[in-house]
């Protein structure tokens, strides 16, 4: 985009005044398009120098009028100055608003980012989950945090945006905030959203993410092996809340819900499916996409377990679900008393299930991709991972058929 401004002083004839007085105009040129002003000066035509710009002379009258020209001159290039340093459009209507005094108001970052959470939080159990809402409501802290960290400012125009921001706001997040990797791109990608509701806005001009890679690294993700399974699934417990929790993880384990999906599913989400099995029809609260899964008999068992439970009863639930922190306390102690040195989370449930359960046993990634409701096969990818085992018997499969 050209941003090189022109200014040439001119007299009017068309508007020569009766004492035939040429009035002194301001032309401003900026990408091809004029802005011509009034500069409220009047001289004779003849002592008035059209090549020079300017009035003839030496006399008093010709340095006064010269003189204020000249003021008029690095006014004009001081508001082209201030345009490119503020990254707004260098375009006549821009220089017409700073040449009249007539300010726009800056667009505030952190005020677009409090409207854009603002918005979400009406939209909390609709379009969005209260997790999510809780995870923007941290990033704006951090982004407002970072922005005292590094400018001392309470708020910055969305116009200072730039790249060095972004790298900057990177370093500050793995330094002060002594984020990992993966957790210092997750708030970057949800500072991105914010920036991207500027550009289409028209607040911002220029994407600071350009030329940023947000590369996630790769994470060995836990997942339980049969064994563990077995010896959780056979475990004695001395209450019955480590035995509800027990039963609730290994049906997230034989059907690969997540947490909420399994804490919301309803009685009448369990059905005949089309070869006459039991199977869950579900939707995944996280991306609204439609989940069928055949029922194993483990997870069937304990469908059959908890049928008569009050809880089950009076919400209308599947299994009697506590909260997701009270899951997690749980787990940690079910592990302990099994005998599992893993760190267990709830979320690990769906792991295995991807892995040890059905990949590892011949189930093709395309199916485990489709029960688990994702989208994109390279989602599931990152949930499901190859075993030792699963290699070792698809290559002696191979040996067999090398044999022939």
Not at 14 to 31: E, H, S
Not at 114 to 143: F, I
Not at 215 to 241: G, I, N, P, W, Y
Request: hydrophobic share 35%; with cysteine.
């Amino acid at each position: 985009m050209d941003t090189k401004i022109s200014i040439l002083f001119y007299g009017r004839k068309a508007k020569t005044t009766k004492d035939n007085l040429l009035p002194i105009y301001l032309r401003v040129t900026l990408q091809g398009r004029r802005l011509e002003l009034s500069t409220h000066r009047y001289v004779s035509p003849d002592r008035w120098s059209v090549e020079a710009g300017k009035m003839k002379g030496s006399s008093a009258e010709a340095r006064s009028v010269n003189a204020y020209l000249d003021t008029l001159r690095a006014k004009a290039y001081g508001h082209h100055r201030e345009l490119l340093e503020e990254g707004r459009p260098v375009t006549v209507e821009a220089f017409k608003e700073k040449w009249m005094g007539v300010e726009e108001k800056p667009v505030m970052l952190l005020e677009v980012f409090r409207m854009h959470n603002e918005q979400m939080s009406q939209l909390v159990g609709k379009d969005y989950a209260p997790g999510t809402m809780e995870r923007y409501a941290t990033s704006l802290q951090h982004t407002g945090d970072f922005i005292r960290w590094k400018y001392g400012l309470e708020d910055m125009d969305v116009r200072k945006l730039s790249y060095g921001f972004i790298t900057d706001y990177e370093f500050w997040f793995k330094t002060v905030r002594n984020c990992a990797h993966n957790t210092t791109m997750k708030y970057l990608a949800n500072f991105k959203k914010v920036i991207h509701l500027c550009l289409k806005n028209g607040w911002l001009e220029r994407d600071p993410f350009l030329g940023y890679k947000m590369s996630k690294r790769e994470v060995v993700r836990e997942c339980l092996t049969e064994a563990e399974l077995q010896r959780m699934a056979e475990k004695e417990f001395v209450t019955d809340r480590l035995g509800q929790v027990r039963d609730v993880f290994l049906f997230s384990c034989y059907t690969g819900l997540a947490y909420v999906d399994v804490q919301q599913l309803k009685r009448s989400e369990i059905g005949e499916g089309m070869d006459g099995q039991r199977w869950v029809f579900t939707r995944r609260q996280k991306t609204e996409t439609l989940s069928r899964i055949p029922l194993l008999p483990v997870a069937q068992a304990i469908v059959d377990r908890y049928q008569n439970h009050p809880q089950c009863l009076y919400q209308d639930r599947v299994l009697p679900v506590l909260s997701n922190q009270k899951m997690n306390a749980y787990l940690k102690e079910i592990a302990d008393v099994c005998g599992i040195r893993k760190t267990l989370t709830f979320h690990i449930a769906r792991h295995t299930f991807a892995t040890t359960v059905t990949l590892s046993n011949g189930v093709p990634i395309e199916t485990v991709s489709r029960m688990l409701g994702h989208t994109n096969i390279k989602t599931t990818q990152h949930y499901a991972k190859i075993l030792d085992k699963k290699v070792g018997e698809d290559m002696q499969k191979l040996r067999e058929r090398l044999k022939l």
